[in-house]
């Protein structure tokens, strides 16, 4: 299995993803504070998804 490099744009919505979900503990936002757990479990797995899918 050949692990890839992900796109930057990928990167970032990631690290904005685990940012807003640490945060969201912290601080009341909306739709992030009741969903912090969540929100950080799509931003690692869309980092995983760029990781082992060629051109994502």
């Keep these: 299995m050949r692990l890839n490099a ?11 993803l685990a940012v807003l979900a640490v945060l969201g503990k912290f601080i009341a936002i909306p739709f992030i ?10 931003g690692f ?11 994502l």
């Design 6 to 16: 992900p796109k930057n744009i990928t990167w970032w919505i990631s690290l904005i």
């Design 33 to 42: 504070t009741v969903n912090a757990f969540w929100v950080l479990l799509v």
């Design 45 to 55: 797995v869309l980092l995983w998804l760029g990781t082992f899918v060629k051109g």
